[in-house]
């Protein structure tokens, strides 16, 4: 029913993509530690502020209203992943995901404080001892450290992170924050430290469906079979094509590199995560042995039947297509976005009041949301009906950066003029940006005639 996993140690090797792989870690790493601390305005430039309902992002200011924008900005995501997984395979897997990117920093961890490949297997077999005991508790203790400031940063997202530091040191913090900080720290811990291929293997719906977006000319990384076969042993003096070998010596490295446990040698299979540690491992190899590198490569199935590989085919284009009408809808949606929402709430308490002077009153309430960062003041109007007049108002109405406004207003019409159901319409405008306009429409009951 079940089989336990067997521990994997993956072989520490140095190349090109092992570079790439490690430049990746750290710009993703720093900008996720960094982020929450960078300021925009003197204000937290990312922040998630869900009890306010406003999320910023540098200098825009995000509100429910805005949703659909977000939607959209996902939807954008997710056609990008799969555009640049059918160009490029599994890029996002063995560079950019959050899983690969912990999980080596998690290793890099685990061999400073156990050491190599085969130290660390030695130690795990070895009976315990102060030594063993010692490396283990570093480890932990890194391990540990690492994940409880990744909870914290996670939280400093959704909380303003300098106010959740002061909040900590005071030991004054509210259970959902200590909760979720706790929650995303151990699920840090969890996933990179202990999970990490099983993630991968089991967890993950991205490696499920990825290779419904494979083609045979998507980049793949893959052993040259033509190439390695019949593979074996050999000392690096024999002519190995004279003695009927191919360029595979079956040393295993690439095996021992690999942080999913697989054999790249027996084809294309859903474990890998395209993080390409195993090119790093076979180019070491094919060095030493002075045979060309590349018998583990980027490359695609059309390539290794020796045909010819497409980068521009009917998949490609209508990714490119979609992706290219939802970022120019997203962009012109923006760009023409009112940084104003102005509603109109009629009061449900009286249909309409009549004065002295042949005139009728409604009352309404006019909620006004100054979506941009600067303090700004409107003036309001109100048009559909003859002699309309405006009450309550003095002038100008001033609302805060990001604030909401409710003003109470008095509209007044004559008797004559406003008799039944009349649709009327209310204006706002910014005293210091005439396009900063927004109109609302409502209804003014007067008596029925
Ligand atoms: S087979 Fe190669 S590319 Fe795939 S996960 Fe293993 S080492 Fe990485
Ligand atoms: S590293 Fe290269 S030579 Fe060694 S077993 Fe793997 S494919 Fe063969």
Known sequence: ????????????????????????????????????????DERQAILFDLPARKFYLLGLTLWPQDFPYLALLLIIAALSLFFFTALAGRLWCGFACPQTVWTEAFIWMEQLTEGTRSQRMKLDKAPWSLAKFRKKASKQFLWITFSMWTGFTFIGYFTPVRELGADILALNIGGWTLFWGLFYGFATYGNAGYMREQVCKYMCPYARFQSAMFDKDTLIISYDEKRGEPRGGRKRSVDHKAAGLGDCIDCQLCVQVCPTGIDIREGLQYECIACAACIDACDSIMDKMNYPRGLVRYTTEHSLQSKTTHVVRPRMLVYATLLLILVGGLVTAMASRTPVIL?????????????????????????????SNDARSFTLSVSGLEGLLLDGIDGEVHVDGGGVLSLPVRIRARRDDASGVNEILFGIEATDDASVVMEEDSRFIGPTP
Do not use: H
């Open 343 to 371: 509603d109109v709430i009629r009061d449900r308490n009286s249909l309409y009041r009549e004065l002295p002077d042949d005139l009728v009153e409604n009352i309404y309430t006019l909620k006004i949301i100054n979506q």
């Open 1 to 40: 029913m079940y089989e336990s996993a067997k521990k994997i140690y993956p072989r520490e090797i140095g190349g090109r993509f092992d570079k790439l792989s490690k430049l990746a870690t750290i710009a993703l790493l720093g900008l996720f530690y960094f982020l929450p601390w960078l300021l925009w």
